[in-house]
């Protein structure tokens, strides 16, 4: 994920444009692992205190979608930077774009 954040703040550098608007859509946040047992199990990947770093520390992004939400999108601060991507498509795709 730290990739996405170091290119919008590459392009804002190269082009000398601060403007630049650059969301972040993930598929899923999942990891799938069979245990000893035979069993699966699901892993979350998102690391949440990483992310935050990215956000304060490097630069901010519009917004960050996930199809499917990692539990820690629920909960402030994450809830204010990470949404469903219904919400990119229905909502905040025409802001961006200012249709």
Known sequence: MG???IDK?????FTGNDDIKVVGIFHNDVQRATRRSGS????YTLVAGL?????Q?????????????????F?????????PFS?????????????
């Open 3 to 5: 990739k996405i954040f």
């Open 9 to 13: 703040m590459l392009l804002q550098r």
């Open 40 to 43: 699966h199990t699901i892993a």
């Open 51 to 55: 992310f935050m770093v990215y956000t």
């Open 57 to 73: 520390f490097l630069t901010k992004m519009e917004a960050v979608y996930f199809v499917d939400l990692p539990p820690n999108a």
């Open 75 to 83: 909960r402030p601060p994450w809830s204010n930077h990470i949404f």
């Open 87 to 99: 919400k990119f498509v229905i909502e905040d795709i025409w802001k961006i774009l200012k249709i």
